[in-house]
């Protein structure tokens, strides 16, 4: 089994930074993209920011020049720094991973529990 676990969540002032960890752990032989979403009540979850496997970061167009992906393949880890945070930063962040397990030659997403930003004065 394959276990996702979110940290770094917390509430910060406006213009503020946070940094959020993704650990993964279990039976694992590889990851291949990385992920961060948001989901905000009444809204849909949206993807914030992706990293492929080879390290390439992608970004919505709301966090560009804010936001930094990163990954720490042997670690196993994912991180979200987010600098200059805004209110409507505000949600429920969570990580996503595509992993290929020991048991299979098939690959699949594996998401964490979510850790809670609130951006507020």
């Known amino acids: 089994q394959v276990h996702l676990v979110e940290s770094g969540g917390g509430l910060v002032q406006p213009g503020g930074s946070l940094r959020l960890s993704c650990a993964a752990s279990g039976n694992i032989w590889g990851i291949f993209g990385m992920a961060w979403h948001r989901q905000v009540p009444g809204k849909q979850r949206e993807l914030v920011a992706d990293?492929?496997?080879?390290?390439?970061?992608k970004y919505v167009d709301a966090v560009k020049g804010r936001f930094t992906i990163s990954r720490d393949d042997v670690k196993k880890m994912s991180y979200l720094q987010m600098d200059s945070l805004k209110p409507e930063d505000t949600g429920v962040y969570y990580c996503?991973?595509?992993?290929?397990?020991?048991?299979?030659?098939?690959?699949?997403?594996?998401w964490g529990q979510g850790t809670q930003v609130t951006v507020s004065s």
């Open positions: 996503s991973m595509t992993i290929v397990q020991m048991t299979t030659t098939a690959s699949s997403e594996f």
């Open positions: 990293i492929t496997g080879d390290g390439r970061p």
